[in-house]
């Protein structure tokens, strides 16, 4: 019985090691194709998210920009941002016509 259950072990720790190593390296991917992007894309790309949405929350690591800059085109687009450090993501919220302060 156990020397039929070894193979099978070894077999899913192989799959499951491969997929998590799989499941990082495009993470990784992914963020330095992103952290490559020029300014002005990855702030279109924002501006496209906030699509009058309520409330739409963003990862920190999906920007390379200042806070500032997110900022200011959540203002333009009528919402107003919010960050969480420990959770390391923005909220924005759609407030439209609500006077703005700066960061």
């Known amino acids: 019985?156990?020397?039929?259950?070894?193979?099978?072990?070894?077999?899913?720790?192989?799959?499951?090691?491969?997929?998590?190593?799989?499941?990082?390296?495009?993470?990784?991917?992914?963020r330095l194709k992103r952290h490559g992007e020029p300014r002005e894309m990855q702030l279109r790309r924002l501006a496209a998210r906030l699509d009058g949405r309520p409330r739409v929350t963003i990862r920190t690591v999906e920007f390379s920009v200042a806070q500032a800059d997110l900022f200011r085109v959540a203002q333009s687009r009528g919402y107003s941002m919010t960050e969480n450090r420990f959770g390391r993501y923005y909220t924005f919220f759609r407030t439209p016509h609500q006077p703005w302060t700066s960061v």
Do not use: N
């Not at 019985?1 to 991917?29: E, N």
């Open 1 to 30: 019985m156990s020397d039929s259950v070894a193979p099978w072990l070894v077999l899913v720790v192989f799959l499951a090691g491969g997929s998590a190593f799989a499941f990082v390296i495009s993470l990784v991917l992914i």
